[in-house]
């Protein structure tokens, strides 16, 4: 069964009959219907009625309503609202620029605008590699997506992708103090993605790739590689194949196992799971199977996509058929 989530977090505002009684029965009601309490708030208190503010994690939305009916069944008791954290909390969205200089006088604004700043663009004309030193360039990612595999919701658009993305530069400045950017393009054609890319390259550091569809995303991300001289990261790829391999070898040594030594199946032949292949082959595996939604990827399977081409050429040395449940056994 699933457990409730902080995804699925509500506060809701209740009115009941103003008794001693009152908050527990609410806080039991919302047990009862399977959330969890995470806060009561006494909002108003009156001679015959309370208002109780009460927040709780959820299943899903389809939860929440259930709890809503579940208190509005009470007898005098009435739902006065129902509030989503996690909408609450992408209200006007999760970023924001703030300037890392004090702007207060015109003397302040001289320097950092005109006239002076016209000093600095020249110094830069002269020599371009003090971007890097005298503007955001060497601190700054841009986060590309085209919004066509946005986590598990598949193609949903680039402006659906924006809080996805603001999610990412959050996490950049958060927990490596690096700004971020969200770019969300209105374009799945390759070339198009890539000149785009390129010409927006000269204000970044950095590009971090995020919910491309493959295949195209391993043209992009090998195009961008060899034609910008700043790192280009794909999330998808890189980012998974990284955590999955720290995982496996600290899992390896409470096993007492060698990576040599070990069958590997591999859920997804897809941008995150052909990544993580070729990542485990570097590190030693010998004995990787690759699975799509159908089994075992096999020469016959892997069609004309040049990808799916490799991993079959590179994984599955016994000739595994079957499906994904059929080659965990063991």
Partial sequence: MAMPSPSYTITLRVEAPASQRATSEIVHEIATAGGSVMGVDIAQSHADTIVVDVTCDTVDAEHGERIVAALDALDGVRVLKMSDSTFLMHLGGKISVTPKVPLKTRRDLSRAYTPGVARVCLAIADRPEDARRLTIKRNTVAVVTDGTAVLGLGDIGPEAAMPVMEGKAALFKQFADVDAWPIALDTTDTEEIIRTVKAIAPGFGGVNLEDISAPRCFEIEKRLREELDIPVFHDDQHGTAIVVLAA??????????????????????????????????????????????????????????????????????????GTLKEGLVG
């Avoid at 030594?261 to 082959?281: E, F, K, T």
């Avoid at 004995?287 to 050429?313: C, K, Q, Y």
């Fill in 248 to 321: 496996l070898i600290n899992a390896l040594k409470v096993v007492n196992k060698k990576i040599e030594d070990v069958r590997i199946a591999v859920s997804g032949v897809g941008a995150a799971g052909s990544a993580i292949i070729r990542l485990l082959l570097a590190q030693g595996a010998r004995d990787i199977v690759g699975f799509d939604r159908h089994g075992a990827l096999t020469p016959e399977s892997a069609g004309d996509d040049a990808n799916r081409t490799w991993i079959v050429e590179n994984t599955n040395p016994s000739g595994f058929t």
